[in-house]
């Protein structure tokens, strides 16, 4: 598949500096279609395989920051080589994923090319592996510090009794909180549901 020059100028503005290199190897070498699609609220990228002489496709949300990008794009390239090296033959998430998601990862954490605070929030998840990094409330709490401002707050950043708005415009108070979830009235329906603590809302 050729990869023609404003395509990468494009893939290259979201990639953190001395990533666009290593990122853009991996594409040649398995013949990668790089998607960049608007902000999916249920997933931030996934892989499809090569299939009838289609190539392997990656996309990833092009809302996420530059670093949150690239282990996005790391996380799918592992399921691709993952697939090329076991088939369909593995759990999507198992062990054999796994080792090849922290191989992946550890060639950028080496090439410093994250900054300290998610260098040391990388190391530690590499060492418990969650499947996304929103399983690791740690390391998606140190990779929104890298967002630009958007004037949101996570809900576990809030105290019992304040009022928060999500994003479709329904307003919550916190009750209680129950271990990681936060259990939030509706004002308007007065039921009670449970928000993680990184859930991101807009105080009231």
């Known amino acids: 598949m ?5 395509e990468l100028e494009v893939i290259k503005d979201f990639l953190p500096e001395g990533a666009f290199e290593m990122v853009l ?12 699609k608007r902000e999916r609220k249920t997933i931030l990228g996934d892989y499809r395989p090569s299939h009838r002489g289609k190539p392997h496709t990656i996309s990833v949300n092009a809302n996420l920051n530059r670093f949150h990008f690239l282990i996005t794009y790391v996380h799918e390239l592992a399921h691709l080589v993952n697939f090329v090296q076991h088939g369909g033959r593995t759990q999507p998430h198992g062990k054999e994923w796994k080792g090849h998601f922290r191989q992946l990862l550890q060639t950028y954490v080496e090439k410093g090319i994250f900054p300290e605070d998610i260098k040391r929030a990388l190391e530690q998840s590499l060492s418990n592996m969650s499947a996304t990094t929103c399983s690791d409330p740690m390391l998606y709490k140190v990779l929104t510090k890298h967002d630009q401002a958007n004037g949101k707050r996570m809900v576990d950043e809030l105290s019992i009794g304040d009022t928060f708005r999500t994003e ?3 307003v919550y108070i916190i009750r209680e909180k129950r271990r990681s979830r936060f259990a939030c009235e509706n004002l308007h329906t ?3 549901y449970l928000f993680p603590g990184i859930y991101e809302v807009f105080k009231e």
């Open 2 to 6: 050729a990869l023609v020059k404003r």
């Open 25 to 36: 190897e991996s594409m040649h070498r398995y013949k990668i279609h790089l998607k960049i």
């Open 168 to 170: 479709k415009g329904d």
């Open 190 to 192: 007065k039921k009670l």
